[in-house]
């Protein structure tokens, strides 16, 4: 009798895992609305081969595992804020291809030949992956997971708004997957412009 009283979800967890489901539904509705197939991640052409041997990996495990990468598409002083708050072990993915911190990148030449990784949007439902409204080490920056994504994230901004430096803040909305992206979740590479 213990033994299955135990296979019986709690009338809490019964209660978390629909509230889990519904949060998923709503999600998948916004992500058509705005047409969001798939999420990216900006790096150099230079360093597809080690993603193609060892997946997409946070800053953390690039370090742990000696992972050679090429050009970062960060500075040191990002890295580092990265590290002291924590993120270091969570991969940054952008909703969409005209983040604001691609052209930074570009501009102070940390990347010489950029490249966009298309991801699958599941990754989103992970457990442990979290977003941000911004810059995810920026002072004031909002960290949450996916059931407070429609209080933070202005989609229309980022999707719609056509003056760039309108609405930048809404664009620097991230992902961050926690520890690693598998090769088997890169959809395409996209060629920068």
């Not at 809490?12 to 539904?25: C, G, L, V």
């Not at 920056?141 to 989609?155: C, E, P, Q, S």
């Not at 997957?177 to 979740?185: C, W, Y």
Request: net charge positive; hydrophobic share 35%.
């Amino acid at each position: 009798m213990s033994l299955l009283r135990s296979r019986i979800p709690t009338s809490k967890r019964w209660m978390e895992i629909e509230m889990k489901t519904q949060s998923q539904k709503l999600i998948k509705n916004i992500l058509d609305k705005y047409g969001i197939t798939s999420v990216y991640h900006f790096t150099d052409e230079a360093n597809l081969e080690t993603i193609e041997k060892y997946g997409l990996q946070s800053l953390k495990n690039i370090f742990r595992l000696n992972i050679d990468v090429k050009h970062f598409g960060a500075e040191e002083l990002s890295h580092n804020l990265d590290q002291r708050k924590g993120l270091d072990q969570y991969v940054h993915l952008a909703f969409i291809q005209d983040h604001p911190m691609y052209y930074v990148a570009k501009q102070r030449g940390n990347l010489k030949n950029p490249v966009w990784l298309e991801i699958d949007s599941s990754i989103l439902f992970e457990d442990d992956t979290l977003f941000c409204d911004k810059v995810a080490n920026q002072t004031n920056a909002n960290i949450f997971g996916i059931d407070k994504i429609t209080r933070y994230i202005d989609f229309d901004a980022m999707i719609y708004e056509r003056d760039f430096n309108t609405k930048k803040e809404a664009r620097k909305a991230e992902i961050m997957a926690l520890n690693l992206i598998n090769p088997n979740k890169i959809k395409g590479v996209t060629y920068g412009k």
